[in-house]
């Protein structure tokens, strides 16, 4: 369940930060021209060989994918890269992969609750330890993060060369400080070290002097963790294995996470969206004068919002592209603060100024905000056959239109609904002459729906809604004469059409 929430937001957060790939692409396609005269070496597992392999092996990464997953398609080359450099690395390091979609498999992807693909685990001690792979999906990064994971979860520092190499003010590390390396504080470290080492990098010592930042003479035992961001070092002293874990995810939450073209803001820009949390981003132009004042404003208002269930981002603008697409934002609104909450109401401040944070935030709060939604402008001239209805006009067009209204829900780039086009035209123009019905469509990946209103999981989706209200979805045959038939039955004679039909057919009314 966990993973499918990931998997979900994963996809969000690529589209968020695609464009910082580049180099990614470069490599799959360096590595796609080496790929053909090799030997496989991820190994192939299959119901009739996964648990005696696992079995035989301390340390075994299992990809779960399915074939036609586009996700899939793109690690492969990356993942059989990676699975040739360890297979020299010293343990060799094993990768394997099952086809979790293929029918015979189907018991192993319900024993590792696989519910999106790709989904690689690392398991450990013949499969006893099950852990979820979080690293990155490129070749380099992928053997980097498998050596780490092979190795011991804690590394010892002996010397400043060792803290400077692990300490690079960069990531989340979380240092213990020991008299000596014994006794139940420091097998409670330990413990915390192989909970949390998918997602953080350990060291232990028996010198706080030798680490770049916090009091050098302390000696232990002690948590040290390293931050880069806000306060750079905490310290902690409850080594209960729950207080540890509680403390390290916590102090690693960034109080405004930053969300630009580094690679290295990319672990927390995961970790803010997966975080259930209700999502204030404030977007702006990272390089303009204005910007640090923002940053200090933001810093304020995200600190007293802390525990308090709202999570704050500040994006640069430029490379917030794709975001700024997704919410249906204009560049002429930066500087802009959007709050989306879990459950997918979004709320909008644009050409905001700093001291305007906190108010709106608190006007928010307090539920004196506006829910905001995304719309492509109304169009000026609507006269082809089928009329184009965005988000802000589908309460004036079809709503309160007094009309029988045939909406199509689409996406552009859905070739279901380019075939349906044509027919929906020819339907709209048989029916062109009936002032009462209306054939409309909307770009709904362009403009917000409303999810009570409308139950759009696929593209079309077509809804009928008759000119007293009467709401209808429509799943019949997608054929001119299938449409129309539906609609006839289905449609309300309006009040005029009513009067009308006491005198005259209006002209053309007989034919349909
Ligand atoms: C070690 O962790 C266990 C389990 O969380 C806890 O009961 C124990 O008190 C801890 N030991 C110390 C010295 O904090
Ligand atoms: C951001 O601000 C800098 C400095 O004021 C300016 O040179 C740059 O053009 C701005 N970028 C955008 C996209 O407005």
Redesign the pocket.
């Known amino acids: 369940m966990a993973s499918r929430l990931w998997i979900c937001t994963f996809v969000f957060i690529l589209s968020l930060i695609a464009g910082t790939s580049a180099s990614e692409t470069e490599y799959t396609s360096a590595s796609e021209t080496e790929d053909s005269e090799s030997k496989e070496f991820v190994l192939n597992l299959d119901h009739s060989n996964f648990h005696e392999t696992v079995g035989k092996h301390d340390f075994i990464v299992v990809e779960f994918y399915a074939p036609w997953c586009g996700h899939c398609k793109k690690l492969a080359p990356e993942y059989e890269k990676a699975a040739s450099v360890l297979s020299s690395h010293d343990p060799p390091v094993t990768l394997a992969k099952v086809d979790a979609s293929d029918e015979t498999n189907k018991g192993l992807a319900g024993e590792f609750e696989i519910s999106g693909f790709p989904t690689i685990k690392i398991l450990r001690n013949g499969g006893k330890h099950i852990q979820e792979y979080k690293g990155p999906r490129d070749a380099e990064g992928i053997v980097a993060y498998l050596k780490k994971q092979s190795g011991p979860a804690s590394a010892e520092i002996k010397s400043t060369e060792d803290a400077n190499a692990l300490i690079d003010g960069k990531k989340i590390i979380v240092v213990g400080v020991f008299p000596e390396f014994s006794g139940e504080k420091f097998e409670n470290f330990t413990a915390l070290t192989e909970k949390l080492r998918s997602d953080y990098e350990f060291g232990h010592t028996l010198d706080a002097k030798l680490l770049p930042h916090g009091e050098s003479s302390v000696t232990g035992p002690i948590v040290r963790l390293f931050k880069p961001f806000d306060e750079l070092v905490v310290d902690f002293q409850d080594f209960n294995v729950d207080a540890l874990v509680e403390f390290v995810e916590e102090a690693s939450t960034p109080i405004v996470t930053l969300f630009n073209n580094d690679p290295s803001n990319q672990p927390f820009v995961i970790k803010f969206f997966n975080n259930p949390n209700a999502k204030a981003m404030l977007f702006l132009?990272?390089?303009?004068?204005l910007a640090d004042v923002f940053k200090s404003k933001c810093h304020d208002v995200a600190e007293q919002y802390k525990g308090k269930g709202l999570s704050f981002l500040m994006g640069d603008?430029?490379a917030s592209q794709n975001a700024f697409q997704y919410f249906g934002l204009r560049?002429d609104q930066?500087p802009l603060i959007i709050i989306q909450t879990s459950d997918g109401e979004k709320y909008l401040k644009p050409n905001l100024e700093p001291d305007q944070i906190s108010s709106w935030v608190k006007e928010y709060k307090e539920g004196n905000v506006l829910p905001y939604r995304k719309s492509e402008p109304i169009p000026e001239a609507n006269d082809e056959p089928v009329k184009v209805i965005v988000a802000d006009s589908l309460q004036d067009n079809v709503f309160n239109s007094g009309k029988n209204v045939l909406l199509e829900f689409y996406a552009p780039w859905c070739g279901h609904c380019k075939n349906l086009a044509p027919i929906l035209d020819e339907v709209a123009v048989s029916l062109e002459s009936d002032a009462d019905v209306v054939i409309a469509k909307i770009d709904a990946t362009a403009n917000d729906v409303p999810i009570d209103i409308f139950d759009v999981k696929g593209y079309p989706t077509l809804y009928f809604r008759s000119a007293s209200g009467n709401l209808l979805q429509y799943n019949g045959g997608r054929t001119k004469e299938d449409i129309i038939d539906f609609i006839q039955k289905n449609r309300d004679k309006s009040a005029q059409q009513e009067a009308g039909k006491d005198e005259q057919q209006e002209p053309g009314k007989d034919e349909l």
């Open positions: 132009n990272f390089s303009s004068e603008a430029e560049d930066v």
